[in-house]
């Protein structure tokens, strides 16, 4: 920069002095005429260098200010991120299903599957990976356990051999409801006994107790540091009651006013008590509740107001069970903000009912207990930071379950071996779809089909449109808001 003033300067002194004012310089862009006694290419020079001056200058002043923004910015500490709340800190993931009734061709498929615990497990092998994915697999187990105390079994008084609760237990079911109206069909000796089984196998069971002292205790499991409460009642006995002896075992029993009977149970009061007793003892209540009417498709006005009065009392989750038939699903803020959910009815899971349906025959209703699903939900604990820590509900879904059951082809004498069991419809659908295209596609490029290939496409489009249609009939029942795509099967090795 020196430089520059110094040729300004010497350039000053060449010029010789003028008796005019001094020119008035400004922003143009060329010098101006040279007055009278400068010469020309002095005052160009001065015109350029000074024009090249204030370049310099401005210049200058940029970096200056540059240097001093660039090092303020360099100088400030980030901000640091605040990751909003909540943090999830746990998960326990639940898989519910509805009832497992051993009708006597439920029996024979399970022989002819197999012998013992392996034969009743093959009933249960398309979806044992959902409950086997699951923290905790749940079932109502509409049956004794009682081989030794058997009175036999027919229509509407079922009994099991204990191969069946192992079956259970091998494909995934960690806990069973045994609050129904048919746990008393062998008495009340062999109630006891089915306790006793379930207790050697180790299958978890909600809904009675050793004695009427400890009647309507939750059953406490944990999982991920979550503790889960598991509360089972029955509001249906079959004209059955408890033992009049206070230290035998007892069903939880919430009958409806009016229609026990005469047999003694608990009152909403009581219940809601109870309720309140059991969510004090873990951070999350579930209960599963035997109610409504057969076959209906919507709950009973009571069982709704008492679903809301019990997730009130501090449930989060209610499973229903009984009619048979799938019921809409539920999902409920409580006047404390929490979020809870309500199955109304899981329908069946396994059962011999609708054995005679044929879609596009029988009115859709018809096919109605062979709907099935099995229910997902989950437990979270969250850290809020300074409002603590809580569990909440987390995911809701649901399936599609369609069940089963080859008693017409046994009937027209197509198959042997009697076949009922619960599928996914959503895992059934995608190879039949394929299947069918690729037969499509070796028909339009001219190939044709064999007579084999064309009675094949005929059966895999019927298949196709009954579950598409059942699918159809389950979510319009209990709401398309909750349907998730089925896990992905793990390859075989």
């Not at 000796?189 to 939750?218: M, Y």
């Not at 026990?260 to 873990?282: H, I, Y």
Request: contains cysteine; hydrophobic residues 45%.
């Amino acid at each position: 920069m020196d430089w520059v003033i110094e040729r300004i300067r010497r350039l000053a002194v060449a010029v010789p002095p003028v008796s005019r004012p001094a020119v008035a310089w400004t922003s143009r862009s060329t010098p101006p005429a040279p007055a009278c006694g400068q010469s020309r290419v002095a005052v160009g020079a001065v015109w350029s260098l000074r024009r090249r001056w204030r370049w310099a200058v401005g210049f200058v002043v940029l970096a200056v200010v540059g240097a001093a923004l660039l090092t303020a910015f360099h100088g400030r500490r980030p901000a640091a991120v605040v990751t909003p709340y909540p943090h999830d800190l746990a998960r326990v993931s639940f898989a519910v299903a509805g009832d497992v009734i051993p009708h006597e061709p439920v029996r024979a498929a399970a022989k002819a599957a197999g012998d013992g615990a392996p034969g009743w497990a093959a009933l249960f092998a398309d979806v044992a990976d959902v409950f086997e994915g699951a923290d905790f697999g749940f079932v109502n187990m509409e049956t004794p356990v009682a081989p030794e105390h058997s009175h036999g079994t027919r229509p509407f008084l079922f009994d099991v051999p204990v191969e069946l609760p192992e079956a259970l237990k091998a494909s995934g079911i960690k806990i069973v409801s045994f609050a129904n109206n048919h746990v008393m069909d062998q008495g009340w000796v062999g109630f006891q006994e089915s306790r006793e089984h379930l207790k050697e196998i180790g299958l978890e069971f909600a809904g009675t107790s050793d004695n009427a002292a400890t009647a309507w205790q939750p059953v406490i499991t944990e999982a991920n540091g979550i503790k889960v409460g598991w509360l089972g009642m029955t509001r249906w006995l079959n004209g059955n009651r408890n033992p009049d002896k206070d230290d035998q075992p007892h069903v939880n029993f919430f009958p409806y006013p009016g229609e026990a009977n005469g047999a003694p149970g608990a009152d909403e009061a009581s219940v809601l008590t109870a309720v309140k007793a059991a969510r004090a003892q873990c951070d999350l209540l579930v209960i599963s509740v035997h109610w409504g009417i057969e076959y209906a498709t919507a709950p009973r006005p009571e069982d709704v107001d008492i679903a809301h009065k019990m997730l009130e009392a501090g449930a989060t989750v209610i499973v229903g069970a009984h009619p048979h038939v799938l019921q809409p699903i539920e999902t409920y803020k409580t006047q404390d903000g929490r979020d809870t959910l309500i199955f109304y009815s899981l329908g069946n899971f396994l059962s011999n009912q609708s054995r005679s349906y044929v879609d596009g025959l029988n009115p859709d209703s018809n096919g109605d207990p062979r709907d099935e699903m099995i229910g997902l939900f989950a437990a979270v604990k969250r850290d809020y930071g300074p409002a603590g820590v809580r569990v909440e509900l987390g995911h809701v879904g649901m399936l599609p379950v369609w069940e089963e059951n080859n008693r017409n082809e046994m009937a027209a004498g197509r198959e042997k071996k009697t076949v009922i069991k619960p599928v996914l419809i959503d895992r059934e659908i995608p190879p039949l779809q394929a299947r069918l295209d690729a037969l499509n596609k070796q028909a339009q490029g001219g190939a044709g089909l064999t007579p084999d290939e064309k009675k094949e496409f005929i059966e895999l489009t019927k298949r196709l449109k009954l579950l598409t249609d059942r699918r159809a009939q389950i979510l319009a029942r209990v709401g398309d808001d909750y349907v998730v795509a089925p896990p992905k099967l793990q390859a075989k090795p």
